[in-house]
């Protein structure tokens, strides 16, 4: 785990709330695995203020992307972060993403939860589809950063039809399970997101026996473990998703 003292180089909004930000980490790069999140100190809030858990969006070239959507106090004061800043970050926190793949890996995002889907799918080999969903054509993320993954095919929807399948992201998901079993092809499920959509894929890795890798994301004040505020019930009983997570197998979970 390293505190690093990172230059803010690229800070841009990209629409409906969401920015990216990057910053000169290198060795955080260099460890960071998909899947683990960093707790940013964020400037202009006061002393006693806890840091706030971020998934990466990238690592690469001694860099750090994090996308992030503007949702409360915290990131309110990140917004006023400028180019040529210094921020604290510490990481790389928690347990990754597996980075081998038996068979097609079908990573399930939805809205800014395709954040670590994009780290995955880089250092992913093999075939990758990438099931991304939203509300509305404006809550699918970072789709042209996607297209320019080798081996990365893209299956897209929404609740009101703007773009891709009308409805969730599941539908295109069956569709594509369907496909694969019916070829007598391996996949494995890897999926970030609201709980709904971590349950369902959950569901979906459980009735085809089939792998599943979970993320998932729950209140993480600390991000050591200390708080017990990230509670995730598992077949093992209460796990820390800062420290037994955020990454779960999805036959070691427990839904309620």
Known sequence: MLDEKCKVLVHQEIGSGYRYL?????????ELVPGQFVHVKVPALEMSALRRPFSVFDATDGMVVILYKT??????????VQEGDEINILGPLGHGFPTECSGTALLVGGGFGVAPLHFLAKRLPGKKILFAGG????????????QLIPNTELKLATNDGSVGAKGFVTLPLDETIAELKAK?????????GPDGLLKAVTDRALANDAPGWISCDRHMVCGVGACYACIQKTVRGNSRCCIEGPIFAAKDLIWE
């Open 135 to 146: 509300r509305t054509q404006n809550d699918l993320l970072a789709i042209d950063r996607f």
């Open 71 to 80: 949702v409360g106090r915290g990131t309110a004061a990140l917004n006023g």
């Open 184 to 192: 007598g092809e391996k996949f494995e499920l890897f999926t970030c």
């Open 22 to 30: 990057i910053v000169e980490a290198p060795k955080m790069a260099a």
